[in-house]
């Protein structure tokens, strides 16, 4: 069911689509193909808010709605890595109670799986933009060298975590991110607010 070599590559398609709407979309074979590429649609997402966030010339208004943006982004970013733990956890054999416990699940491991194929495809882009320095250009070619190693390293430390899991040799837990910014029982300055609201 898992193969890093798939996600990574259902990762980089669904980049290229993001940049150019003319290419064919990532062919998502399972339920769990899709549920990968939700979370990394999340993710994409969320890359470009944030650059959004940081344009000097915004005004106020606007970086206040791409914040709220975000903060609506970063919760689905969660709650689909949770979704992809869980379509993992049932799919999985029985755990074996007596095999250490891995403190990252798969679900947090593709995540940042996620977030440096993005790294990885912006970093080439700088690589060979086109009105940048020679010096720009070996800067990013020296950086996607490195990401690229991380993103290998990444991909067979998640190969070797399921195989590990499936065989009774390790276990994980689904952790619940337990956010509190977007609760509004749970953050102070939005029960605050309500509360002064009440009272006027």
Same mark, same amino acid.
């Given at each position: 069911?898992?193969?890093?070599?798939?996600?990574? %590559?259902?990762?980089?398609?669904?980049?290229?689509?993001?940049?150019?709407?003319?290419?064919?979309?990532?062919?998502?074979?399972?339920?769990?193909?899709?549920? #990968?590429?939700?979370?990394? !649609?999340? $993710?994409?997402?969320?890359?470009?808010? @944030?650059?959004?966030?940081?344009?000097?010339? =915004?005004?106020?208004?606007?970086?206040?709605?791409?914040?709220? $943006?975000?903060?609506?982004?970063?919760?689905?970013?969660?709650?689909? %890595?949770? /979704?992809?733990?869980?379509?993992?956890?049932?799919?999985?054999?029985?755990?074996?109670? =007596? %095999?250490?416990?891995?403190?990252?699940?798969?679900?947090?491991?593709?995540? /940042?799986?996620?977030?440096?194929?993005?790294?990885?495809?912006?970093?080439?882009?700088?690589?060979? /933009?086109?009105? !940048?320095?020679?010096?720009?250009?070996?800067? $990013?070619?020296? /950086?996607?060298? #490195?990401? @690229?190693?991380?993103?290998?390293?990444? =991909?067979?430390?998640?190969?070797?975590?399921?195989?590990?899991?499936?065989?009774?040799?390790?276990?994980?837990?689904?952790?619940?991110?337990?956010?509190?910014?977007?609760?509004?029982?749970?953050?102070?300055?939005?029960?605050? %607010?309500?509360?002064?609201?009440?009272?006027?």
């Amino acid at each position: 069911m898992l193969h890093a070599s798939f996600i990574v %590559a259902l990762h980089d398609a669904a980049n290229a689509l993001g940049h150019d709407a003319s290419l064919p979309k990532p062919a998502a074979a399972s339920a769990f193909d899709s549920l #990968i590429l939700a979370q990394h !649609a999340a $993710n994409f997402d969320l890359w470009h808010r @944030e650059d959004a966030a940081r344009d000097p010339l =915004a005004g106020d208004a606007v970086i206040a709605a791409v914040k709220r $943006n975000i903060d609506k982004l970063n919760q689905r970013r969660n709650d689909l %890595a949770e /979704r992809v733990d869980i379509a993992l956890l049932d799919a999985a054999p029985a755990q074996n109670v =007596a %095999a250490p416990l891995h403190s990252e699940t798969p679900g947090m491991m593709i995540d /940042r799986l996620s977030i440096l194929s993005l790294k990885v495809f912006h970093t080439a882009e700088e690589a060979h /933009r086109r009105g !940048a320095d020679s010096a720009h250009h070996i800067r $990013n070619q020296d /950086r996607l060298v #490195i990401l @690229e190693e991380q993103r290998t390293d990444l =991909a067979a430390c998640l190969d070797a975590l399921w195989h590990d899991v499936t065989s009774g040799l390790r276990r994980f837990k689904l952790y619940r991110q337990m956010k509190m910014y977007n609760d509004p029982a749970l953050n102070p300055v939005l029960y605050g %607010a309500s509360a002064e609201r009440h009272l006027q």
